[in-house]
Each structure stands twice: as C-alpha cells, then as structure tokens.
C-alpha cells in the first residue's frame, strides 16, 4: 500500500531552483533512498515533506488523503519525522528535553519522560543518561539521539537524511537493526546517503535526484549506473592514490602524549600517544566511535593541554596553546562538525572561506578585498563548490558544499601539516573523489596530512599507514597494504575485548 505520494514537488530560492516537478511515492514498510550530489535537491525535497518550508509547488498525500504541510506540527500530525543532515537538538537542554522538546505538556511527567528516554537510548546501544546535556554528547551520540527523537513520535514515513554520516561501523549496523524494525511494523522510510555500500543493504528501491529532477529509479543497486545517473558523466577514478610519500623528512614528531580527558564533556583522555608523519604523507586514523581520534586531531592543533609528552613540527619543538598558534605555524584543522565548529552560517562564503587567512591579504593594515575574493574565488572553483556567488549566505548552501566551504577556508592558510577530520562526511561520490585527489595532490607537494575517518575503504586506499586508536591509546600501525578491514576493527576493539 501506498503511504505517501509526492507529485510535481517544485521549489525555488532566490536565484535557485532547487526541485523541479520531482515525483516521489514510499509504500508501506519499504525503504526508499535518496540518491544525488551534492546540492541536487534531496534535503530540500525532504524539508518540504517535513514541513519546513512553507510554500512549494506540487501536491502530497498520505494514505490516499491530501495532505498539507505547511509547519512542522502539520508534518507532525501526519505521522512525518524527520532526522536532519545538520542536527537540530538544543545543545543546552538535556537529552531527555530534547526528546520531547515541545510535547511536555503532554501526559508525560519527568520522570516517565527520562524513563521513556532511557528505553529509546537502550534501543539504540547508547549508554547515557536521560538527564545528559546535548552539549555533553559527542556528534555521533547526537546524531542516535536524533533517531531515539524521531522514533519517541508515532511515525509513519521516517525521512532520514545522513543519519549514518558521524557513525563507525557498529554503530550503523545497530541503526540497520532499527530500520528493520521499524519496517516490519509498516513504517515507510527514506534513507539519504553518500555512501553507496550503504544502499545496497538497506534500501529497497533507489530515487536519483539531479539538479532538482527525478532522473530514474531503480530496485537494484548498479554502483557504477547509479553513479552515472547522479552526476551525468562518467566519473574519475575513486581513491586516486599512486605510489605513497613516505621519503619525506619528518614534519610531525609526537612522543608520549598524554591528554586528560573530560567525561562531562565525553571526551576521551589521550594516554602516551607517540606517531609521526613525513613531508609526503597520508597516515589514517581508524577508531570506533569515542576512540579519541577527534582528540588526538585536536590535541596537535591546540585545542586541549597535553599533562605529558612532548610534539616537535619540523624538528622544532611545538607547544600550541591555542588554535591561533597552531595556524601560525602552519597547522590547519579541518574539523569534524562543520556547524559548530568551522562555519559562521550567517555569513557569506567569502568570509568564511577567507576567515583563517585574512592575514594573507592585508596591504597597509587594511583587508585588499579584490586579493581576498580572488583568493577565495579560486578556491571555490577548485574544489567545485555549488554557489550562486561568493556573497551567498553559506548557511544556504546544501551541506556537501558547506563542507567544500570548510576546506576551503583551511587550504587557503596554505597549511604545512594538515589535519582532517571526518573530511568526506556528507560529500558526494562526485565531489569524494575530487577531495581524495587533493588529497594526494596535496601529499604529492611535500605537506603532511593526518586523517581521522570511520570510512576504512577510504583510510585503507588512501594512506600509506594505518594507525589504530582505542580507548585513547594506539593498538595498532599498519603499513599501506598492510591490513584488511578485519585486521583494523579488530586492533580498534582491542582493548574492549580484555576490560570486558
Ligand atoms: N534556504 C535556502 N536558500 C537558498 N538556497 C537554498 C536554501 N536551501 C537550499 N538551497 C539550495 O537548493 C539547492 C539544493 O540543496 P539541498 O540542500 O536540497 O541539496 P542536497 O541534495 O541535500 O545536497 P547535499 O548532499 O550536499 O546535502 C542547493 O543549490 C542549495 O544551495
Ligand atoms: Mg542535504
């Protein structure tokens, strides 16, 4: 049976017409994905369905009745929850507030709200309290606790957009368990992700959106067709990595590294890390979730004090006590949570393409605004960020770009080391292999790269080693060709296995 039926949904912006007469319909109990690059219109088709938008084109309906979204409530009452790409929780409320954030005054108490919270998180293998602030959580917990949210309210279409894209293996195979749930009890849902691999297990039918058009659909997955059919022209090679840069000298030297750790904040204690990176070099950082690779990231870009061990750059010894003297000795972070950590979303691209780089276009203390945009504008056409124009609110842009915008920023300080974390997430198959070549290109002109990722085909094509973190501590190195996949999550279990 059919549960709902979108017909000839259009949409525009200002100078953007991101949906032009898309049809969609999901039937009861099947998993829809939708599949597309970055800026093709998913979200946006998603939002509308959510109610987020209140005008658009076209009409909807739900088991057969018209239906009219035109607020959230609305989307609500029709049995419609969305999880979104970037996470809407309230990061000074609890988890539990959260949950029911606007339904308090229903029947629940507090105490039978934190209870019910407490069950949902179980669900999920999450193991926090009801009473934990969001702000506490690391992003991939919020990112469970935006699906316990969802799933707290009676639903009939679950729209999930990237819900896997801050979660390590496990985690998404527990999510798959909660699809499936969720399916045999009749629930219709639609599934976005970059990650192709993922469609294959999960999805039951796959919608390819381009440009804001429903280009086909198809019931089986064709990696190859389905990429074809996204981006329109065959694409470049995945994981363009020749021969590794390990010839380099040293750049990176970090020995006995001890970090505290913070539980109220969930951050994991770093405990007598010693690694280095060459000039040349690609190293991975593989972990399960809560592992410390942010940490580690974080650590040699200044964010937190080390209470041992010692980091030299380049042979000189290197102590940052901030982000700011990081990049002055040409550190760069590309971080993980581009919401909250890299992006002014207000603001334009220009200025947040250029915030950590200003310095490089001042001409008599004043900020040259021509050399500033021109810089910026090379930027933005290298790494093929979908804008209408450098004044356009970042905000605005779909997430993938937002995320080319962050990248941007960061080679614009022309980093010697460059520290990434998560960089793919939320990037297109398109774009992924675009970034993949920067990478190298970027090894390939003597800078250093150091990569956390819970993607392993992508750690494993790119880098020339592996290393291994679990519970704060290194389990593991492998060398490029090297490991499997079973390997990696094993060394990233290790220590799990013998406290447990
Ligand atoms: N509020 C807005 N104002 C102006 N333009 C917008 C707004 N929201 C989205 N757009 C534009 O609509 C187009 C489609 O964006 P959308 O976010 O739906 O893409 P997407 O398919 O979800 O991409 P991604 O994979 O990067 O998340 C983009 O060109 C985007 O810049
Ligand atoms: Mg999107």
């Known amino acids: 049976m059919t549960v709902l039926e979108m017909r000839a949904i259009g949409k525009s912006f200002p100078g953007v017409r991101a949906l032009d007469g898309v049809n969609l319909t999901v039937g009861e109990g099947e998993v829809v994905a939708l599949l597309g690059e970055n800026g093709a219109g998913k979200s946006t088709l998603m939002n509308i369905l959510a109610g987020v938008f209140k005008d658009y084109e076209g009409e909807i309906e739900i088991a057969g009745e018209p ?17 979104h790409q970037e996470l809407n929780l309230v990061p000074e409320l609890s988890i539990a507030d959260n949950i029911f954030l606007g339904r308090e005054r229903a029947i629940l108490d507090r105490k039978s709200m934190e209870a019910r919270t407490a069950e949902l998180l179980r669900g999920l293998g999450l193991d926090l309290s009801p009473r934990r602030l969001i702000k506490q959580c690391k992003i991939a917990e919020r990112q469970l606790i935006e699906v316990a949210k969802a799933l707290s309210q009676n639903v009939r279409v679950l729209v999930m957009d990237e819900p896997t894209s801050a979660l390590a293996d496990a985690e998404v195979q527990r999510l798959y368990g909660v699809i499936r749930d969720l399916t045999a009890r009749g629930v219709a849902v639609i599934y976005i992700s970059h990650r192709l691999e993922e469609l294959e297990e999960i999805a039951d039918r796959v919608v390819v959106l381009r440009d804001g058009r429903h280009i086909g659909e198809r019931s089986t997955v064709d990696r190859d067709e389905l990429i074809q ?5 065959p694409l ?5 990595r020749a021969n590794g840069g390990s010839e380099g000298d040293e750049l990176l030297r970090v020995e006995g590294l001890s970090v505290p750790g913070d539980p109220a904040v969930g951050r994991t204690a770093l405990r007598g890390i010693s690694l280095t990176v060459r000039a040349g070099e690609i190293v991975g950082v593989a972990g399960l979730m809560g592992a410390g690779r942010s940490e580690l990231l974080e650590s040699i870009f200044g964010v937190h004090r080390p209470s041992e061990g010692s980091i030299s750059l380049a042979g000189a010894p290197y ?3 901030s982000p700011k003297q990081a990049i002055d000795r040409g550190v760069a972070l590309v971080a993980e949570d581009r919401k909250a950590q890299s992006l002014v979303l207000g603001n334009s691209v220009v200025f947040n ?5 200003l310095g490089r276009y001042l001409r008599l203390w004043r900020v040259d605004r021509r050399r500033e945009s021109a810089a910026v504008e090379r930027q933005v056409r290298d790494l093929r960020v979908k804008t209408p124009g450098l004044r356009f609110t970042v905000g605005n842009l779909s997430g993938g770009n937002q995320q080319k915008v962050v990248l941007a920023k960061w080679l614009l300080t022309e980093p010697s080391l460059i520290l990434m974390d998560e960089p793919t997430r939320g990037i297109d198959v398109g774009a992924k292999a675009e970034i993949h070549a920067l990478m190298s290109e970027l090894a390939a002109s003597g800078k250093a790269v150091l990569v956390a990722s819970s993607e392993l085909p992508e750690l494993l094509a790119m880098c020339d080693r592996i290393l291994v973190l679990c519970e704060g501590r290194i389990t593991a190195e492998f060398p490029r060709g090297g490991a499997g996949q079973e390997a990696i999550l094993e060394a990233a279990m290790a220590r799990q296995q013998v406290t447990t």
């Open 229 to 233: 059919m996204m981006v329109g022209r």
């Open 236 to 240: 470049g090679e995945m994981f363009p």
């Open 67 to 83: 239906a009219r979204v035109h607020s959230p409530k609305e989307a609500a009452r029709h049995g419609i929850a969305m999880i």
């Open 353 to 357: 393409a250029s915030l950590s780089s």
């Open 319 to 321: 102590r940052p006590k």
